[in-house]
């Protein structure tokens, strides 16, 4: 990935912060000569590894399970927040008007080589950690063991469960660090004055790093 010194980040909490806000990854790998792409909801487990372990589960009748490579190791590629910069927010139009349109994202790039999970017990492990992970901050969480046993114990037969430790985590914020105060400023307000959920997200974070 293409990142200039003063959107690279390095810092590999904030990295895995990202994935776990974000955790729908787009899994790209190489399959037979071509590149096999699917979005995949991953649970981060810092616990194992330098950088983590993604651990997910697609359909078995998904034939990235069987197709991915083994030798070449997948991209799984996590979009943080993004919005579109108008140039009209810029101070510096007023002072000399060279100023263009712009887009400005975060985003973080996962390398690894995967493996594949097909165990009934740990395939129902992976279900419960997801499950869990998204369903405990609710008033009524729901619970995988909340299904009947037959009805899980069949679902577990048309899934495959897909591990990823991770041996690279880069990340890219290109949130107006290249702009001077006052056009970030600017950017700030104006992506805050935007009724779009992104473009506010986008707004705090150039706000915290944009300087």
């Known amino acids: 990935m293409y990142s200039p010194k003063p959107f ?29 792409a699917n979005p995949v ?36 590629v996590f979009q943080g927040p993004q919005a579109y910069v108008s140039p009209a ?7 000399h008007g060279k100023v263009v349109p712009t887009w400005n994202y975060a985003v973080v790039q996962a390398r690894g080589l995967p493996c594949v999970i097909e165990e009934p017990t740990a395939l129902r492990g992976i279900l419960a950690a997801l499950t869990d992970r998204h369903e405990g901050g609710r008033a009524a969480p729901w619970h995988l063991d909340d299904a009947p046993a037959d009805f899980t114990d069949t679902l577990l037969t048309q899934i495959v469960g897909i591990e990823i430790p991770l041996t690279r985590l880069t990340g890219k914020w290109k949130v107006s660090q290249n702009r001077p105060a006052a056009d970030r400023a600017g950017v700030v307000a104006g992506l805050q004055s935007e009724a779009d959920p992104q ?10 790093r944009g300087g």
């Open 41 to 76: 909801p991953f649970l981060l487990d810092t616990t194992r590894g330098e950088y983590g372990t993604l651990v997910g589960h697609v359909a078995r009748a998904n034939p990235v399970w069987q197709a991915f490579s083994r030798e070449v190791e997948s991209l799984v």
């Open 8 to 36: 690279d980040v390095t810092d590999v909490s904030m990295l895995q912060d990202l994935i776990r806000e974000q955790p729908l990854g787009q899994w790209v790998t190489l399959a037979e000569g071509e590149l096999l």
């Open 89 to 95: 927010w810029y101070a510096s139009k007023a002072v």
């Open 199 to 208: 473009a506010r997200a986008m707004a705090a974070l150039v706000a915290q």
